[in-house]
Every structure is written in structure tokens, then in C-alpha cells.
């Protein structure tokens, strides 16, 4: 019984180790700004002039809370990116000595370009949606969390959130944790656990569901295109039409009324349909051995 449990104890620890490492280092790196900020703002005599000391803390909170907190994000996946990076290579190599590796042939410009079509219908599909229900405009800590994305300059987003995001979260959830799930489980089951730590990783109602959804499919397209690539470039697709939908008013008709927003969602739904529908029949890459392959 208590070989069982260590048992279960290592896997528990090599399956959420890499999130862990993650929350830590945001940790840190929350406590660094906090320390920095106090200071300065101790420098320039900005603390409130009056109240008591949780006050003034809950003070210095907020502009950790507020704006900077995009930057503490983006900070922390720079710092966790190539150490995931390293883990990711180290679990690559490993395999690849137990045979467990196979290499696949890359899949053509036009496989690619399915995968953002989907990507496309996810993020207009899950936001439009999502935004017909209400759940966004009661959901107080997504409308935090979203104020304090899109408050910076355009081009401090689209590093942040179209390019370091979509690499550092893919490693830490596709290419690790999925990858590492599979060694005790079957693919899809390792797609729904992954997608479910994936929207809780996001931390409030909205992005939960969102980004759940948006997971599950991730890690699909990770088994049909048999690299890292894919659903890097998925969630960069879908980054980025977050942001254009936030920051101009290209897509702005589509938020007209809730009627249109659910007519808009249902039409983004039926292009993921389709899209995996093209994925799961077109795209069928051969291995480099033929006797290794392994069909999904």
C-alpha cells in the first residue's frame, strides 16, 4: 500500500513538477516587482499619506495587480522558457533511447494553414459565444485579467501574447505535461486532463472554459502533425485574433447584439467541424520508419 502510493506520488510529481516550477518562478518574480515598487515608491513619497498598514499594502498590491502584472507574466515565461526547453529535450532524448520516439515526415504549407482555419473558429467560437451567454460581463476576474492584458503598447502584446506565450505555454503543456500523461494513459484521456490543467491554469471562469476548449484541441493537433510546431502555431492564430478583436474594431459587427454574437459563434464552431474534419482525413503523415507508425 505504501509502494502504491509513492508510486502515484511520482507520477503526481513528474506530471505537474513543470506547472509547479512555473507558479513558483511567477511567485518570485511577483515578490521581486513588489519589493521594487515599494521602494520606489517609498523614494518618491507616493505611499498613502494616511492608513493603516494592510492599507497601504493592499495599496502597493493593486499596481502589482494592475498593469505590471502583464509584465511579471511576460517575464516569468522568459525565464521558464528555456528551462522547460531543457526538460522538454531531456524527455525527447530519453525516449528516443527506449525507441519510444518516432519520427515523423513534416507536413506540407497547406497542412499547416488548417491549423490555423481551426484556430481561427475556435477563437471566434469560444470568445462570440462565451460573450452571448453574459459570463464575461460577470465575471469580475476575467474582466481584470483581460483589462490588464490589452492595456499596453500594441507591440508589447503581440511579443507577449501572440509570440512568448503561445512557445513558453506549449512546452510547459503540450511538449511536457501531454507527452509525460501519455506514458500512463491514452492519448485522449491525456488530451481532456491536459486541457482541463490548461483552463485552470488560466484562473477565472471565462478563460477556464475558453481555454480548455482551446487545449483539447492543441494537443489534437499535436498527434496529427507529430511536433511542437502545431500547436505552437495554433495558439499564436488564436492569440493573435484575440488581440485584433480587443484592440480594433475590424470584428467590431460581430458584437453588435448577442444575437449576431451567437450567430457568429455557431459559425465559428461549424469552421472547427470542418477543419478537424480536413485534418483528420487529409493529414496523415508518414513516419520516417513505416514499421513505427502509429495511428491516432
Known sequence: MEENRDNWLRVAWRLFSPLLL???VQIVAVMIVSIILTIFILARGD???AGSMAEQ?????NMVGGQVSFYVTLVTNVIVCPIVWVFYRGDKKKRQELGQEIAYNRASFMEYVLIA???FGACIGGNNILAATGLPEIDTAYQEVSQTLYSGELWIELLGIVVIAPVCEELLFRGLMYKRMKEYMSSYVAMVLSALAFGFFHG??????YAAILGFLMAYVYEKYHNLFAPILFHAVANLFSVIVTETALLNFLYSSRTMMLLSGILGVAIVVVGVRM?????RLEPKDPA???EL
Not at 477565472?204 to 472554459?209: C, K, P
Not at 485534418?279 to 493529414?283: P, T
Request: charge should be negative; avoid cysteine; hydrophobic fraction near 55%.
Open 47 to 49: 505611499l498613502l499619506d
Open 204 to 209: 477565472n471562469m471565462t478563460q477556464m472554459v
Open 57 to 61: 499594502i493592499a495599496y502597493i498590491g
Open 117 to 119: 482555419l481551426v484556430a
Open 279 to 283: 485534418i483528420h482525413e487529409m493529414v
Open 22 to 24: 512555473y507558479l513558483g
Open 292 to 294: 513505427s507508425r502509429v
